[in-house]
């Protein structure tokens, strides 16, 4: 029996079938990676070929190349531009004047008065003593009373003979009449003592440091301090211009009991003046505490000795 003959088309699908497989095989092989083989030495390869080691593939990443350094390049600017400073003139030596507003001095408030100096007032329709012959002119910081005691008379006779209305009101260089006949001549000296330090009686002396004298008196050139201990023994120094002096204790006065003390107002030949001396004045020193001796064993157990 004969076959009956395939139709072409069958054929031709066949074929074309077969062309896009073998197309398809050939774009896989193109597009698979290609393993990269690494360089070994010598050494690796032979033993890789010998089966001893087995070399396993790295992928070698190449080394960083630094960035060559930017060196800075110098830039040239303009040179500057010099200007001729401005001229600065000096001052005007001449001061300009300013108007100011004139003050009136001459202005009148009825009822106000500024700070007026007290004036001595006199007694109306009274007429100064005629009998009073002598005069007196008034000083800096005398008083009325002070004026009456040196003329032997009171402050109401002074203002009466005066006509002064107010007796504590007088100003320097007013010159009053005072009773007398001649004038009372002024002492050279005040004789008059008064006691600072040490206080008269005290018993408050130190054992050690010293005790200050200290008095005011007459203005004299030289003054002796004469000091009487309980012994009756004397301390005497003398000082100039001054009314006042430290003397050590210990030095001078050791022993208690009680002092007495005076002060010689002395001119510059060392006589006494025309006054009379300052005290007598006292201190006390409370007498030094004695020594109790202490009783002592002897050394062979006996009976205490009494220590020095």
Not at 86 to 96: E, K, R
Not at 113 to 138: F, I, M, N, Q
């Amino acid at each position: 029996m004969n076959r009956p003959a395939s139709p072409s088309w069958l054929t031709t699908g066949l074929l074309m079938l077969i062309t896009l497989l073998l197309g398809a095989i050939l774009a896989r092989l193109s597009l698979s990676p290609v393993p990269q083989q690494s360089v070994l030495p010598a050494g690796q390869q032979d033993a890789t070929a010998t089966g001893e080691h087995t070399a396993t593939a790295t992928e070698t990443i190449p080394p960083n190349t630094p960035l060559a350094t930017l060196t800075p390049s110098n830039t040239l600017r303009p040179p500057p531009t010099f200007e001729p400073p401005t001229a600065t003139f000096p001052p005007t030596m001449t001061p300009s004047v300013t108007a100011t507003a004139t003050i009136n001095l001459n202005i009148s408030i009825p009822g106000l008065h500024g700070a007026e100096t007290p004036t001595p007032s006199t007694t109306p329709g009274c007429e100064p003593r005629d009998d009073w012959k002598l005069r007196y002119t008034v000083q800096r910081d005398d008083a009325l009373a002070r004026i009456a005691q040196t003329y032997s008379t009171t402050v109401d006779a002074l203002a009466e003979g005066n006509c002064l209305t107010d007796p504590n009101l007088i100003r320097v260089g007013q010159v009053l009449r005072v009773p007398g006949d001649v004038q009372p001549s002024t002492p050279q000296y005040d004789c008059n003592f008064e006691l600072l330090t040490p206080l008269d009686g005290t018993l408050a002396i130190p054992e050690t440091g010293e005790i200050t004298f200290n008095w005011r008196g007459p203005r004299a050139h030289y003054n002796l301090i004469r000091v009487i201990r309980p012994d009756n023994s004397l301390f005497e120094r003398v000082i100039e211009l001054r009314q006042n002096e430290a003397i050590d204790i210990v030095e001078n006065f050791n022993m208690g009991g009680t002092y007495r003390w005076y002060v010689y107002p002395l001119d510059e030949n060392f006589v006494q003046i025309p006054c009379l001396e300052g005290g007598p004045w006292t201190f006390t020193k409370p007498q030094s505490p004695t020594a109790t001796p202490s009783p002592t064993a002897s050394p062979e157990g006996g009976l205490p000795v009494t220590g020095p």
